[in-house]
């Protein structure tokens, strides 16, 4: 057979392996999703390697949820499509691969959109086509250490995006001589009437825009002296974004794959406006934003026609360079963030993007208990036999004499994560120093800080799972994503303080369900 010719066939056979894995899967049975370390309310894989969130579309009533994914190993290898719907961001339906790797190379991370006027042609009787844009990552050229590694490619769907065509006259964009050339995030600008692709090009953006989604004609560039440049530029996403004060603005995110604010991969945001060929930067080049100051928020976009015209954002959570492959999980490796709501509201420092978890969220509230004001010195336990939960904590800064304070998650074997604001240096900090299991990695068992300036009061927002934490600090102004691996599953949760007082003024907390028991329910 040719090369071509086998991995048609290797697609079929692995095709209807999938689909008898999902006609008997064990999502009936009681210990489903139950693995050491296994999320249970964040989306992962049942088996295999998962990292970048791909395709993000919503349509007819379903949020597509594609993802970098590779099904025969728990480490990173000849990537797919895996794909996943959901019809209220919370609770998830595994679908069989959507995209596999074929004789162009593997299928690297990209987008997709809801072809609405078929400018594509690919529509057919009415149907509206979805059509997906990738990069084809070719291996052999990557072995032989050629530069022309990596093209754009699309493919379409007329079912709802269960089954995908890949395009005869693939790639549709050549590469440029651009080693780093990938990532395409395809939006419609109305004004110009044209599609718009920005492509992360090793160090910087390539601007194209195109009439059909098959021609691509190369509009601009931007970022090579703005923003962070500690590493390889990827997963790109821009959009426009009404702010707080009435303006509309673009929002550009740029994921890093190394040198970010935690010191490894990280995305970074820039302000300002799109002319319909580049990214024109409201901020100084030299500032950095970055979406999310802890160590495990990575490759993370938006939802392409969103209802109500919601931003929605998700991110692959962990980090790429230094233990996303080593981390202690079997038999599928990494999750994504909970869905957050984007938004750009005004600060003395300027605009700046605000995140919360989407508020779909709140239906897996199945317990709640008010903590009373009081004065936290030292600490006080207010949950136990709970893994997880939401919390909500609220204190009062203009009396406090605390040095620091915060929550800290505990198990019965003295391991914990502490997430907590130092109030002399200003710093807001996870310290997982003690959290479980760490020997896969020298540059895992640490504390991540950043300079965070509190007002009178402080708002803590927290999802705690089996092995994550997610905290949005005063209504998303700043957000922190950390995972962790305890030998047994942190049960308490405690207030503290040190050094002196705090003053907590009101607070919640709510017991949740995990989304795969639910579904049996």
Known sequence: MRMAERLLCCSLIVLLLCSCKQSSSN????????????????????????NDPNGLVYFEGEYHLFYQYYPDST??????????????????????????PDSLGYIFSGSAVVDKDNTSGFGSQGQIPLVAIFTHHDPAKAKAERIDVETQSIAYSLDKGRIWTKYAANPVVKNPGIRNF??????????????????????????????????????????????????????PD????????????????????????????GAQYFVGYFDGTTFINDNPPELQLWLDYGADNYAG???????????????????WFDYAQKVP???WRSAMTVPRELSLKE??????????????????????????????????TIREATTLLELELEFDLSSSTATDFGFVLKN????????????????FYIDRTKSGKSSFSDKFARVDSTPYSAHSTMKIRAFVDVASVEVFVDDGRLAMTEIFFPNEDFTITQIFSNGGSVNLQAGRIYALESIWKQRMN
Request: glycine residues 8%; contains cysteine.
């Open 27 to 50: 999502q009936e049975h009681s210990d489903y999703y139950s693995e050491q370390h296994r999320p249970e309310f964040h989306f992962s894989p049942e088996i295999g390697w998962m």
């Open 75 to 100: 480490v990173w290898g000849p990537m797919h499509w895996g794909h996943t719907v959901s019809t209220d961001l919370v609770h998830w339906m595994h679908l069989p691969v959507a995209l596999y």
């Open 182 to 235: 990938r990532d395409p995030k395809v939006l419609w600008h109305e004004e110009s009437k044209h599609w718009i692709m920005p492509i992360a090009a090793h160090d910087h953006l390539e601007f194209y825009h195109s009439p059909n989604l098959k021609e691509w004609t190369k509009t601009g560039e931007f970022g090579q002296s703005h923003g962070a440049h500690g590493g390889v530029w990827e997963c």
């Open 238 to 265: 821009i959009f426009p974004l009404r702010a707080s004060n009435g303006a509309e603005k673009w929002v550009l995110i740029q994921n890093m794959d190394r040198g970010a604010v935690n010191g490894g991969s």
């Open 301 to 319: 976009v938006t939802w392409f026609n969103a209802p109500k015209d919601r931003r929605i954002f998700i991110s692959w959570m962990s980090q």
């Open 329 to 331: 999980t079997h038999p």
């Open 347 to 380: 600060t003395n420092a300027g605009l700046r993007l605000f995140q919360l978890p989407v508020e779909e969220l709140t239906g897996l509230r199945s317990d709640t208990m008010t903590i009373v004001k009081q004065e936290i010195r030292d600490s006080v």
């Open 412 to 427: 019965k074997l003295g391991e914990q994560v502490i997430i907590g604001y130092h109030r002399i240096d200003s710093t």
